[in-house]
């Protein structure tokens, strides 16, 4: 049976993308040390990269925008970025195991495995791929807007961010509906 494996990552950060990946893996080709990508270090995480995309049968990663996050709300825009994922797939997935309690509005058979990702090997990978991404995405970010620390902090509301974010302001990329951000901008609409 072709199952894939489905996980997000960036759910909580201030800025960015939410990244979802899909991942059906192939039983002749077996990938050591998949675990929980938050579990992993990054060196770790960066291998295991390189291999589940070599090996895997399919992968595909997509995501939700900051302005879909802004229009939708978060939990939606992963579900949204999830279905995008698993449609994405080269191959059709015949079962999708989901990390989580909540299943995206679609048809395949599919069971929702709350902390799927230190459970299901395929979860575990599309859990790496995601976060993978994810932290990629935050050092081309950082590279172009620097001063903010997102390679380091990779988006997350920490003491960095919030300080960087009233001196210089909020991006294009920030999502206008969380909290921070959105009172930052109605405190500088104020002025």
């Known amino acids: ?18 990244v ?5 893996l192939d039983p002749a080709k077996p990938i050591k040390g998949l675990a929980d990508s938050k579990k ?5 995480r960066n291998a295991l990269y390189e291999e589940i ?12 925008s900051p302005a879909e996050i802004d ?12 279905k995008r994922a698993v449609e994405g797939l080269g191959i059709a997935p015949e079962h999708v195991l989901v990390d989580g309690n909540r299943l995206p509005v679609w048809h395949y058979s599919a069971e929702a495995i709350v ?20 932290d990629q995405e935050m050092v081309v970010l950082d590279a172009k807007c620097p001063g903010y620390g997102f390679a380091k ?7 960095m961010h919030m300080e960087q974010l009233k001196i210089l302001g909020v991006l294009p990329e920030h999502r206008r509906s969380f909290g921070p ?11």
């Open 40 to 44: 992993l270090s990054e060196k770790r």
């Open 1 to 18: 049976m072709l199952v894939a494996g489905v996980d997000e990552a960036g759910r909580g950060p201030l800025i960015g993308n939410v």
């Open 71 to 82: 229009d939708i709300n978060i939990l939606h825009a992963s579900l949204l970025a999830m």
């Open 20 to 24: 979802a990946a899909a991942v059906i």
């Open 115 to 134: 902390k799927g990702d230190a459970k299901e090997a395929c979860i575990s990978a599309a859990s790496i791929l995601a976060k993978v991404t994810r």
């Open 181 to 191: 951000v959105r009172a930052l901008c109605e405190l500088n609409s104020g002025e």
């Open 153 to 159: 902090h990779k988006g997350y509301p920490t003491k």
């Open 53 to 64: 995309i070599e090996k895997a049968l399919a992968y595909h990663i997509a995501v939700a």
